[in-house]
């Protein structure tokens, strides 16, 4: 399974953006995904899960309450709405399945400026 992540950008603290990530293949829809990220310097970490049918999520503690993930089975793509972006939330975002199956895809760079 090849994935692409798009959406990321440069944003002010305090801002939304979304970030999407499309699968290449349809096993993506009996898997639990999950959005990660990795700032400059420190170790990848998962942040948020959704389970295959989208009906359970789970999110890292830092983004709890902020960010929103979601996915469509249809379109073999994940999403994650990130809202009140804090500059801590700086770091490029990566999907994946949970736990890890496939190789990492580019990335998309989410800059928070203060």
């Known amino acids: 399974v090849q994935l692409v992540e798009s959406g990321g950008g440069l944003v002010q603290a305090g801002d939304s953006l979304s970030v999407s990530c499309a699968a290449s293949?349809?096993?993506?829809?009996?898997?639990?995904m999950a959005w990660y990220r990795q700032a400059p310097g420190k170790q990848r970490e998962l942040v948020a899960v959704i389970s295959s049918g989208g009906g359970s999520t789970n999110y890292a503690d830092s983004v709890k309450g902020r960010f929103t993930i979601s996915r469509d089975n249809a379109k073999k793509t994940t999403y994650l709405q990130m809202h009140s972006l804090k500059p801590e939330d700086t770091a490029v975002y990566y999907c994946?399945?949970?736990?890890?199956?496939?190789?990492w895809g580019l990335g998309t760079q989410v800059t928070v400026s203060s």
């Open positions: 994946n399945a949970d736990p890890i199956l496939w190789n």
């Open positions: 293949d349809s096993t993506f829809s009996i898997n639990r």
